[in-house]
């Protein structure tokens, strides 16, 4: 554990409850893409099938039930609760591409080819893509609110976080992960031109829009 991962978690618990909050406090689940949800919701599922087998620190526990369970009550709130308002015509981003192409890197850049450790590696490729149908939404929308900009811009500085406490640990304790570092780059990546509109548009109180 180091300030950057830490800072990183905290981050990423942010953008939970911005989003869920978003949700409850307006009863709406316009302009969130339940196919992200779900991809996420996917991620966590795949990456902690150790929860029950493997111990590490209550720290660590806690943070995979919140993960987990928030992601799939998201989907719930989406999909059940709230699905009159769910804008299932712009939330049409293809999955099986994003899907297809972490399997066979997962198949060809991986530790060991144990089921377990494959379908961990397919949830790092996985996550590092998940937040594109999301993106692909407000680019067909032209704008979102500023709640969900909010929501985004945390989600991304989790990984923009991360990013410094892989170069902390390489220096500070000789590791390096390249599959983990790759899907790092490219998730932050992802995030480049939204970091830029949320800057410059809505920290000085305009609604982002994103060219069309």
Not at 33 to 44: E, M
Not at 144 to 163: C, D, I, N
Request: aromatic share 18%.
């Amino acid at each position: 554990m180091n300030i950057f991962r830490l800072a990183g978690d905290l981050s990423h618990v942010v953008a939970i409850f911005l989003l869920l909050w978003k949700i409850w406090t307006t009863r709406s689940c316009k302009g969130i893409s339940l196919r992200s949800q779900g991809l996420f919701a996917l991620v966590f599922t795949l990456r902690y099938l150790d929860l029950f087998t493997t111990y590490i620190s209550l720290y660590n526990t806690v943070m995979k039930i919140l993960f987990i369970t928030s992601s799939y009550g998201t989907c719930y709130l989406i999909f059940k609760k709230f699905r009159a308002t769910y804008d299932h015509n712009v939330d049409n981003f293809p999955l099986q591409y994003p899907l297809g192409a972490c399997v066979i890197l997962a198949l060809i850049f991986n530790h060991s080819w144990d089921p377990v450790e494959l379908l961990w590696t397919v949830s790092i490729y996985l996550e590092s893509v998940a937040i594109m149908p999301q993106l692909w939404m407000i680019q067909k929308t032209g704008e979102a609110e500023s709640v969900t900009s909010h929501y985004l811009f945390a989600l991304g500085a989790y990984r923009a976080l991360y990013l410094l406490n892989w170069v902390y640990r390489y220096f500070e304790e000789d590791h390096f992960d390249a599959i983990v570092v790759f899907a790092g780059i490219i998730q932050t990546v992802l995030y480049c031109d939204f970091f830029y509109l949320y800057i410059t548009k809505v920290l000085r109180g305009q609604r982002l829009k994103m060219p069309i």
